[in-house]
Structures are given as structure tokens and as C-alpha cells.
């Protein structure tokens, strides 16, 4: 395990209201990833980062903003949470000289 | 796009080799075969890489036939704890940054 940690793990909110995700790490790692997963789907990715301050979109990044300050922190907010943005949340990261990405815990999240 | 193709699901029993397949048969020349699995609601887990050659680590062994358009991730002696989501990823980089994009895998249950 790369030290990976997320919070909150479950969280329940309303329609319109702002979220932020945490994913914590501990391996001074350089990139940092955020997915999302949901039913009949695999991971997708929603946006990543490749250094301090350095991210760039995914696949699913509508509604969906980052912001990565230090290195082992990359914070993932629902600007207005949705009922389509329910799902759950990975975050994952990955060292220069590595190949293998390192997945977090999860976050469920539940947009009523 | 869908990039690899691989079975929905399969069953193997303990103690047996269990044989994973996956068609990649638009792989490019630059792209390694990453899998990966997902133990129920866990984060994924990486398992094994190739370009070309084949290889084995302590988890499991990876075949990549000669015109590199299918592989087979072979788990010599599956355990219960195996029974997982089994993802067939192709990547265009190794080290550096790189995306994942999950397909929807293989179910592999592993039987008493």
C-alpha cells in the first residue's frame, strides 16, 4: 500500500450543496488521480495531477473541480452536487519511476 | 472506445490455475498491458505489466502472444481470496504519467 488514505469514506448530502473530497498520501508520490466508479461502468477518470499546483481533465471532469497545494494532498470538489455525481470516488497515485498505480480506500457519496 | 475485450465472468477452482484472457487487438506499438483487480468494494490492485515479453511476479504471470493482440493473466494456484474484478488495461506509457481506462473486466469466482 502507498499510504493512501480518503475522507471522508461515506458521506450523504443534498442536491446543490458543495462536497470536497480529501485523498491523502504519505509517499511524496508525484501524480495523484482522481476516478470515479458506478454501476455497469469501470473507473473513469475525472481529473489528475502531475505535480504541486499541475492538473489536467479526464474523461468525466464536467461539475467537477481539483486543487492540489501540496504534495500529498489532491482535494476534489462538487462545486453543486447532483443526484448523477452519486458513486463512488477513487483516488490513486503513482511515483515517477514506478508503473503501477496505487488506489485508495474510496469514498461512497450519495447526492439525495 | 472499448480497447480490450475480455469475458465477463469465470469461474475456476481452488488450487487450480486460473487463465484470464484479453483482446487487444488495436494495441499500438508503444502501449503496455496493465491488469489489475478489484476485490469487492476495494480500490483496484495492481497486478502485473508487459510490452513484450512475457513476465511473472509473485502474484501472477502475464503471456503476450507475438503479435501482442491478446494476453492471458495466469494465476498459477487461485485462493479464495482471489475471487475478485480482473481488469485488462493498455496504456500508451509505462513510467511517467499515465491513464487507466477500466473496462468493465472479468468476474473470476474462485470455488471451494
Known amino acids: 500500500d502507498a499510504g493512501i488514505t480518503q475522507s471522508p469514506r461515506h458521506k450523504v448530502t443534498e442536491t446543490g450543496t458543495p462536497v470536497t473530497l480529501r485523498c491523502h498520501q504519505t509517499?511524496?508520490?508525484?501524480?495523484m488521480y482522481w476516478y470515479r466508479q458506478d454501476p455497469g461502468h469501470g473507473l473513469r477518470l475525472i481529473h489528475y495531477?502531475?505535480?504541486?499546483?499541475?492538473?489536467d481533465k479526464g474523461e468525466v471532469s464536467d461539475g467537477y473541480s481539483v486543487s492540489r497545494s501540496k504534495t500529498e494532498d489532491f482535494l476534489l470538489t462538487l462545486e453543486s452536487a447532483t443526484s448523477s455525481q452519486t458513486s463512488v470516488y477513487f483516488c490513486a497515485t503513482k511515483d515517477r519511476a514506478l508503473y503501477e498505480q496505487y488506489f485508495g480506500p474510496g469514498t461512497r457519496l450519495t447526492v439525495t | 472506445d472499448a480497447k480490450t475485450t475480455q469475458p465477463t465472468s469465470m469461474d475456476c477452482a481452488e488450487g487450480r490455475a486460473a487463465n484470464l484472457p484479453c483482446n487487444h487487438s488495436t494495441i499500438s506499438g508503444n502501449e503496455y498491458v496493465y491488469w489489475y483487480r478489484q476485490i469487492h468494494s476495494q480500490g483496484p490492485q495492481y497486478i502485473i505489466h508487459?510490452?513484450?515479453n512475457n513476465e511473472t511476479n509473485e502474484m501472477a504471470s502475464l503471456i503476450i502472444t507475438e503479435d501482442r493482440k491478446s494476453s492471458t493473466l495466469i494465476l498459477p494456484h487461485a485462493t479464495l481470496r482471489d475471487t475478485a474484478v480482473y481488469y485488462c488495461?493498455?496504456?500508451?506509457?509505462?513510467?511517467?504519467?499515465?491513464?487507466?481506462?477500466f473496462g468493465k473486466g472479468t468476474k473470476l469466482s474462485v470455488i471451494p
Open positions: 508487459g510490452l513484450k
Open positions: 488495461i493498455v496504456s500508451p506509457s509505462g513510467a511517467g504519467s499515465y491513464q487507466l481506462t
Open positions: 509517499e511524496n508520490h508525484r501524480y
Open positions: 495531477s502531475y505535480g504541486v499546483k499541475d492538473t
